[in-house]
């Protein structure tokens, strides 16, 4: 893969990239789109979870909807004029989104910012990757699913405004 430029191999000498980072040139426009289809996958991806193991067959799902959050908050900070460098610099840590993005003016219900404090805590955009040893701990999916949905329309109202 490292003819596409996308890993760096053994190699590489720390120079930056001849291309731009992923992302870095996206619109806000676009950031809000690829969030958009990150959040129509987690909820396709529901009916999918199995009764008999609900924790692990709803990592994708989970997943899916973590990374919609994300990428709306993405949206939401670059719509209101963070650096694309500064919201990268976060991460996947989604509790310092949130916190500027309620510096920024977004307005979250009190669940919805406790939980997404919690899903930084408890590192679960880790876990559903990678840990299924510890996916009990995993916040309830409908909870998930109620924050993906309250980010979701909140800052499309905003942007779309």
Known sequence: MTTTGLMAGAGDTGAKPSSPYPGSEASVAQLLSLADEYYKAAYRLLPQVSKTDPRTSSAPARLCAIHAIEGYLNAFLTFRGVSREEVRGFQHDLAKRMELAVAKGLKLRVKTHAHL?????????????????????????NRVFATLKEIGTKVSAVVRA
């Open 117 to 141: 404090v919690r899903l930084s805590d408890q590192r679960e955009y880790l876990i559903v990757r990678y840990g299924p040893e510890r996916v009990s701990g995993l916040t309830e999916l």
